[in-house]
Every structure is written in C-alpha cells, then in structure tokens.
T-cell receptor
Framework: SAVISQKPSRDICQRGTSLTIQCQVDSQVTMMFWYRQQPGQSLTLIATANQGSEATYESGFVIDKFPISRPNLTFSTLTVSNMSPEDSSIYLC??????????FGQGTRLTVV | KQEVTQIPAALSVPEGENLVLNCSFT??????LQWFRQDPGKGLTSLLLIQSSQREQTSGRLNASLDKSSGRSTLYIAASQPGDSATYLC?????????FGAGTILRVKS
C-alpha cells in the first residue's frame, strides 16, 4: 500500500488568485493522478503526472488553468490558477497503475470566494 | 466511453441489517474494479480490489463480487453499523484511468 500526504487539507481563497496543492507519497511511483470532485459529484480525472515529462490532461482541462509539476518519483503539485467560485471543489491526488490498487490522499477542500 | 452507474443513490437502514450496493459498467474490457469509501469532505479509502480474472473479494464484513461479462459488481455489507455511514464509490480501470460511479450515500441508523 501507499501512504499519500496532501497539503493543504483545506483553504479559502479569493477569486483571481492561485493555489498550489502538494502531494507526497511514501514510495516511488511511476504515475500520479489528480482528480477534482465538485460538490455533490463524483470524481473526475484532471490529469496524469509522469516524472520527467509533461502531464497528460483530460478533455476539458488545460495546462494554463491547472499546471502540474512532477519533479521526482514521490512528489507532485497541482496549481489551480486564476480561481473562480466554480473551482470550489475537493482536489485529490492518487497513485496506482492499471493493475494495482489505487490509493488516494485525504484531499484538499478548496472554497473560492 | 466507459460509464459507471451506482444504484441506489442513497440508502438508509437500521443498524444490524445486511445490505447490497450495486455498480454497473458499460464496457466489460476492464482490468479491475475497486470499491472505495468516502467520509464527508475527505479523501477515498480503498475497501476492496477485484481483478478482472476474479469473481469476488472479501474483507471482514465486506464482500464484493464481479460479473465482468454482464458489467456488474455488488458490494455486500453484513451486520451494518453506524460507523459504516459514508459514501461508497465503485471505479473501474480501463487503460491507466479510473472511471468512477456517482456513489451510494449510506446511512446506518442506531
């Protein structure tokens, strides 16, 4: 199993600002994933972060809005840029590949006012 | 495009009842299926992982089955407790992605 630490656990931000969310894993992993969970909704994949290459974004998500860094095999960041109230969600990072169990961080609860 | 549906959307039961949560998926070409638990405002806790070649997995009071050909999975919770109250999510893996259902909100009344 993997233990994932995500920071901050929650934040209230002003519209127009940016927030960077950190995700630290206790072991080296090839792929890390970032999800968004809007209020009352299920999880939607934002992007896959691979070490040494640019993140792969899902349809509807763009790098300018959600830049991702993956400097090594245990760490990644997701930035939510130029925030609006519609960005208020829980953001989660995850590890696990096609054949293995997926593990999630405790999430970052973001409120944009 | 894979779609995952969970029924019921919400369920309220008295303590001690056995219950079944349902999950269906449209594309049977999956690698595995996973059940998660999510407490309000929190992250996801993995409950059970069923590989595509397996039929079921058990952990304590939880039992999950998988019928890949019909695109269905069930999560059986025995002797439910108030501490089981949470949202239960199922997700299937195709390629490198997890596709989630909308979840079942479970409330166990004491």
């Amino acid at each position: 199993s993997a233990v994932i630490s995500q920071k901050p656990s929650r934040d209230i931000c002003q519209r127009g600002t940016s927030l960077t969310i950190q995700c630290q894993v206790d072991s080296q992993v090839t792929m890390m994933f970032w999800y968004r969970q809007q209020p009352g909704q299920s999880l939607t994949l934002i992007a896959t972060a691979n070490q040494g290459s640019e993140a792969t974004y899902e349809s509807g998500f763009v790098i300018d809005k959600f830049p991702i860094s993956r400097p090594n095999l245990t760490f990644s960041t997701l930035t939510v840029s130029n925030m609006s109230p519609e960005d208020s969600s829980i953001y989660l990072c995850s590890v696990g590949d096609t054949y293995t169990e997926a593990f999630f961080g405790q999430g970052t609860r973001l409120t944009v006012v | 495009k894979q779609e995952v549906t969970q029924i019921p959307a919400a369920l309220s039961v008295p303590e001690g009842e056995n219950l079944v949560l349902n999950c269906s998926f449209t594309d049977s070409a999956i690698y595995n299926l996973q059940w998660f638990r999510q407490d309000p405002g929190k992250g996801l806790t993995s409950l059970l992982l069923i590989q595509s070649s397996q039929r079921e997995q058990t952990s304590g009071r939880l039992n999950a089955s998988l019928d890949k050909s019909s695109g269905r999975s069930t999560l059986y919770i025995a002797a439910s407790q108030p501490g089981d109250s949470a949202t239960y999510l199922c997700a299937v893996t195709g390629g490198n992605k997890l596709v989630f259902g909308a979840g079942t909100i479970l409330r166990v009344k004491s």
